[in-house]
Structures are given as C-alpha cells and as structure tokens.
C-alpha cells in the first residue's frame, strides 16, 4: 500500500464523514460486546441476551454504513476502478467487511443457543471468543480507517 501510493497516478481518496459514524457504531458493538461477555460471565440472563441484540445490531449497522458509504463514493464517481487508492480502500473496507460477516454468524450460532434455553454458562465460550473478535476486528478497523484517512 505504502510503494504503491509512491507513484504518479495516486490520488487519495476523500473518504465520507459517513465512515466516521460506522467507527462509532463499530466501538459501541465492541464496548456492547463486553459488556455482554461480563453478564455472560456472571451468569446475569437478563443482560446477556439483550446485549447480544445490542451488539449484533450496532455491527448490522456498521456494515450497512459501509455499504451506504460505497454507494456514496461510487455515486460521486468514485468507484472500485477510478484509481488505485479507490481499489485499495474498496478492497481493504470490503475483507474487513467480510470478516465482520463471519464474526456475525458466530453471534448469530450464540444468539440462537441462548434464544432456545440454553443457560448464559453453555454460550458463555462462544461469546467471550466474540468479543475478542469484535476488539480485535475494531483495532484492525482502526489502524486501517487511520491509515486510509492519512493517504
């Protein structure tokens, strides 16, 4: 990324304020996430499966935001092929997004347990391996989203 932006035909990308909004919404999942991980923890029932809604919801949010911010940029002729700062964010924004769909099919896999009975200490693996995850993929988030908006 850092070579390629050495030569000529690089032109930085304006980013969206938009993608601001869905860092937000991507640190309110991660923060929702643990904080259904500690109820999961204590074995606190009524928090764990509100929490899980939370966090899925705000990550929905976030990937929905993305979109939206695509569709921004394209519309104002910023697409995938306009230039190589358009195919490297497209391409660093769409695998981040990708690994955010599968962090939501493991939510969804504990949303389902939980929502058929299963005890807050049955899941409370599969959630706390979540919520690592969501820290993990909002640093990368973070660290891409810097460097994007430096370029």
């Given at each position: ?12 990308l ?20 643990q ?6 923890v ?50 660093m ?57 430096s370029?």
């Open positions: 990324y850092s070579e390629r932006m050495e030569l000529g035909d690089w032109v930085p304006g980013e969206p304020m938009l993608l601001w909004v869905n860092t937000a919404m991507l640190v309110l999942a991660s923060v929702a996430f904080w259904t991980r500690n109820a999961a204590d074995g606190i029932r009524g928090r764990v499966i509100p929490g899980m809604f939370l966090s899925g919801a705000l990550t929905i949010a976030f990937v929905a935001g993305q979109l939206a911010a695509w569709k921004m940029l394209t519309d104002a002729g910023q697409g995938v092929t306009g230039s190589p700062a358009n195919g490297f964010f497209y391409l924004t769409g695998a981040h997004a990708l690994h955010i769909l599968g962090g939501l099919y493991v939510w969804a896999r504990a949303l389902v347990r939980l929502l058929t009975g299963r005890e807050p200490a049955a899941v409370r693996q599969s959630i706390e391996l979540c919520t690592v995850y969501w820290h993990f993929l909002l640093v990368v988030w973070l660290v891409m989203f810097g460097l994007l908006l370029t």
